[in-house]
Structure formats: structure tokens, C-alpha cells
């Protein structure tokens, strides 16, 4: 299996939920930041390629302390590798606890339950990793996010 990792990628400017960003729809990261999206616009927001997001899936509470993850997680990966089914996303323990990669995998659970989530602790306890995978377009889906594009492009 070929795997291609992204050094370097920008975290600036980011302030929405993961799940947001690895989609890149408007709608959605508005949704996910309380800004109202109503009829269509709210059909658009939480689906792309048969892929449903539940925004609703989580209290003001409970999306204020996943943001919180999120960030954290953005800001704290060291690579991202592409894998045949999805995305990895490595952290250093220092910098993320495997306890908050789980919280938000909980969280994300809820509003996007396509995901199919792996969390793995590996090299002795010195790498975390997440991967995202799931059925057919879940990798396009991560892809056309910011997530696995580099230095903002």
C-alpha cells in the first residue's frame, strides 16, 4: 500500500470543526458556527455525495467544547497520510492525549456517523493516530477539505 504524507500544512485562519474542514462546504462550517442556514441551503449544508451530517447531533455545550478539539487537533498534527480508504492523522501524546483524540471521535460520532474512526497509540506510546475512513466517497469527502491540502491550496 502507497502511502503519501503532507509535511507543513497551515493551520492559520482555522476556526471551525474538523469535520467541517475535511468537507469544505460553506454551508456546514457556517451551520457549525451557530450562523443559520435554513431550506435548501440547510439540505446542501449537511450532505455532499450521499453523505449526511447531523449538525443538530450536538448541544451549544457540547459543540463549543468539540471546536475546542477540533482546534486542538488542527493545530497539534504533526502528518497527514493518505490511505487506501481514507486519511491518517498523526499526533505527538505531548501535544494530544489520546483521551481528547477519543472525546472528539465521540462528538464526531454523533453529527457524521459515516465516519468509521481508528484510534491507534503505536512506536512505544510516542505516536497517537487517527484515521477516518468508511464506505465508498468517504476519502473524497476528507479530500476536498483543507485538511490534506498543502500551504492552503
Same mark, same amino acid.
Given at each position: 500500500?502507497?502511502?503519501?504524507?503532507?509535511?507543513?500544512?497551515?493551520?492559520?485562519?482555522?476556526?471551525?470543526?474538523?469535520?467541517?474542514?475535511?468537507?469544505?462546504?460553506?454551508?456546514?462550517?457556517?451551520?457549525?458556527?451557530?450562523?443559520?442556514?435554513?431550506?435548501?441551503?440547510?439540505?446542501?449544508?449537511?450532505?455532499?455525495?450521499?453523505?449526511?451530517?447531523?449538525?443538530?447531533?450536538?448541544?451549544?455545550?457540547?459543540?463549543?467544547?468539540?471546536?475546542?478539539?477540533?482546534? @486542538? !487537533?488542527?493545530?497539534? $498534527?504533526?502528518?497527514?497520510? *493518505?490511505?487506501? =480508504?481514507?486519511?491518517?492523522?498523526?499526533?505527538?501524546?505531548? &501535544?494530544?492525549?489520546?483521551?481528547?483524540?477519543?472525546?472528539?471521535?465521540?462528538?464526531?460520532?454523533?453529527?457524521?456517523?459515516?465516519?468509521?474512526?481508528?484510534?491507534?497509540?503505536?512506536?512505544?506510546? @510516542? !505516536?497517537?493516530?487517527? $484515521?477516518?475512513?468508511?464506505? *465508498?466517497?468517504? =476519502?473524497?469527502?476528507?479530500?476536498?477539505?483543507?485538511?490534506? &491540502?498543502?500551504?492552503?491550496?
Amino acid at each position: 500500500m502507497k502511502s503519501e504524507k503532507f509535511r507543513g500544512l497551515s493551520t492559520s485562519g482555522i476556526s471551525v470543526a474538523l469535520a467541517a474542514l475535511l468537507l469544505g462546504a460553506p454551508g456546514l462550517m457556517a451551520a457549525r458556527n451557530g450562523m443559520a442556514v435554513d431550506g435548501a441551503k440547510q439540505q446542501a449544508a449537511d450532505s455532499w455525495g450521499g453523505l449526511y451530517c447531523n449538525i443538530k447531533a450536538l448541544t451549544a455545550g457540547e459543540r463549543a467544547r468539540h471546536k475546542a478539539l477540533t482546534d @486542538k !487537533l488542527l493545530a497539534a $498534527r504533526n502528518e497527514v497520510v *493518505e490511505t487506501d =480508504k481514507g486519511y491518517e492523522f498523526q499526533y505527538s501524546p505531548e &501535544r494530544m492525549s489520546v483521551a481528547e483524540v477519543a472525546e472528539w471521535v465521540v462528538a464526531e460520532s454523533k453529527c457524521c456517523p459515516f465516519y468509521d474512526f481508528h484510534i491507534d497509540l503505536e512506536k512505544e506510546g @510516542k !505516536l497517537i493516530c487517527l $484515521r477516518l475512513t468508511g464506505r *465508498e466517497g468517504v =476519502k473524497e469527502f476528507i479530500r476536498r477539505g483543507r485538511w490534506v &491540502r498543502r500551504n492552503g491550496q
